[in-house]
């Protein structure tokens, strides 16, 4: 219930917005990099994708930026593999600096983040008889905050990014390098 109420919350947020002048499917693209989860003691390195649209300036310099991202990451610990996957819908704005051929920005925005998380047990066999084994996996949605921070540059009629960015998801906070390619939408 949790989810789909903060979906609405998200869905009707962006709505509000459309009515603001300026708004609508500027152009859209894909993005791809490096995640580092951070727990308790360590970090997980993996992947991650997403798409990623531009929905136009709600006022000068500030743009409505949404995406989704997939970033997943696993590890060996004593014997177990341990995934870890965050699938987000992001509502993020960007103010974009004045810049001659390189157009630096920050942003921030909230995120509706699906997290999930599977430990698959060893068995040992010891003097004929198996111990262990077996599967354990945990799912929840979270609201989380997102901080970003990039670059952006015309190649033609596209446009090219490299963005870091820092996810507030409580207990699941991640680290991402992204780079991309926005098309317009004409």
Do not use: C
């Not at 077996?134 to 596209?158: E, H, R, W, Y």
């Amino acid at each position: 219930m949790k989810r789909f109420l903060g979906l609405a919350v998200m869905l009707l947020f962006v709505a509000a917005l459309g009515s603001a002048q300026g708004i609508g499917l500027k152009a859209i693209g894909g993005e791809v990099g490096y995640n580092s989860f951070s727990f308790a003691s360590e970090s997980w390195g993996g992947f991650v994708v997403g798409a990623v649209a531009d929905l136009g300036e709600l006022t000068q310099g500030i743009s409505l930026y949404p995406s989704v991202t997939y970033a997943s990451a696993s590890k060996t610990i004593y014997g177990a593999d341990a995934s870890v996957s965050d699938l987000a819908i992001n509502a993020n704005v960007k103010y974009a600096f004045k810049g001659e051929s390189i157009t630096p920005y920050v942003g921030a925005g909230l995120g509706l983040n699906f997290v999930s998380s599977t430990v698959n047990l060893p068995s040992y066999t010891i003097l004929g008889t198996t111990y262990g084994g077996g599967s354990v996996s945990a799912s929840d949605t979270k609201i989380g905050i997102n901080l970003l921070a990039g670059a952006q540059m015309g190649f033609g009629s596209m446009t090219g990014f490299a963005q870091a960015g820092y996810n507030l998801v409580s207990e699941v906070n991640h680290f991402q390098i992204l780079v991309g390619v926005m098309v317009p939408m004409k």
